[in-house]
Each structure stands twice: as structure tokens, then as C-alpha cells.
């Protein structure tokens, strides 16, 4: 998206935070904002907003581990704020399959595709995820399989992961009732 900040980019006239925001909030007790840049605009949302301790923008594994750090709930969930149809019951959904699993995290799988980026995690995993940043490595699945997950299945909800990557998936996404 030319280096913009994917959660300020407008669809139909409003930022793609708000939609993840409507659709997130309801469904969690506490919600923060992992940003970078533009902390400013994302305050103006009421939610605290957190930027990750690394610097030089690590990639999204950063940001959950700046979250993890500070939630004070058991668990936390994260969404991207380039998904502006996030699935409704996303938190029960994941809460239910890390449950049945009785692992530490669990992630959205819509059809074969995993979709790191939308999980549950136990909060007490904070300093696990930190000690694996510190090594340099940053591949979200590569934690997550090194922690122990499980998956929760989004295959009913087609658009519910279209994330806005490029000007196309945009002009694309606008369109999606």
C-alpha cells in the first residue's frame, strides 16, 4: 500500500480500524491497539494503544508480543487492522478450540490456510515470546508450532480473512457486502 498505514487506509469513507474495531470489541473485555505510527489517531479511539518494544518495525509477532505483555487478561486475542470482516464469534470460536486442545494458543484456519495473525494466546507465554524475539526470529507459525497450537475452523465464513494488502484488494474489498 506505498509504506501507509494499512489501519488509517479508507473504505468507503471510513478506516479500516473502525470496521475491525465494531467487530473486535464486543467480543473482548479489554482491547489494545498494537501501532507503530499514528499512535495519535489511534488514541483518539479511546483504547490504549501500545507500540512494540523492538524497534525498526519487527513484523506483526512484535506487536502481539507487546500486547501479550500488557493484557491482564489469561489470554489475549489478536486481528489484523487490515481485516475489515472480521469473523463475529472469533473469540469464542478460538476460546473454544484452545480448550478442547489444552494447548497455549489457537488459530484461525479458514479451509487449509492458516491465519496466524488472528489467534488466542495464553498470556503467560509473554516472556516465551520475547526470549524468541530475541534471537532474531520473527516467523509467526515458526512460535507457534515451537509453543504448542491448535486451530479453529473458519471455513463457513469466506471473506472473513480478506485483508488489504494492495490498491486491488481494496477496490475489491469495498465491494464485499
Known amino acids: 500500500m506505498g509504506g501507509q498505514d494499512k489501519g488509517l487506509i479508507l473504505m468507503n469513507g471510513k ?65 489484523a487492522t487490515d481485516a475489515p470482516f472480521l469473523p463475529l464469534d472469533l473469540v469464542d470460536r478460538l476460546k473454544t478450540a484452545l480448550k478442547a486442545a489444552q494447548v497455549p494458543a489457537a488459530v484461525a484456519r479458514h479451509g487449509d490456510c492458516l491465519e496466524p495473525l488472528y489467534a488466542m494466546i495464553d498470556t503467560s507465554c509473554a516472556a516465551n515470546l520475547r526470549a524468541f524475539l530475541e534471537t532474531g526470529q520473527r516467523k509467526v507459525r515458526q ?15 469466506s471473506d472473513a480473512f480478506t485483508n488489504i494488502n494492495t490498491p486491488d484488494d481494496l477496490s475489491g474489498a469495498s465491494s464485499i457486502p
Open 15 to 79: 478506516p479500516l480500524i473502525e470496521y475491525v474495531i465494531e467487530r473486535f470489541a464486543p467480543q473482548v473485555d479489554e482491547l489494545v491497539i498494537s501501532a507503530n505510527r499514528n499512535l495519535d489517531c489511534y488514541r483518539r479511539y479511546g483504547y490504549r494503544v501500545v507500540p512494540d518494544y523492538l524497534q525498526g518495525f519487527q513484523g506483526p509477532l512484535a506487536g502481539i508480543s507487546a500486547g501479550l505483555e500488557i493484557v491482564s487478561a489469561e489470554f489475549a486475542v489478536s486481528a
Open 143 to 157: 512460535w507457534y508450532q515451537q509453543l504448542g497450537m491448535t486451530t479453529a475452523d473458519f471455513s463457513d465464513l
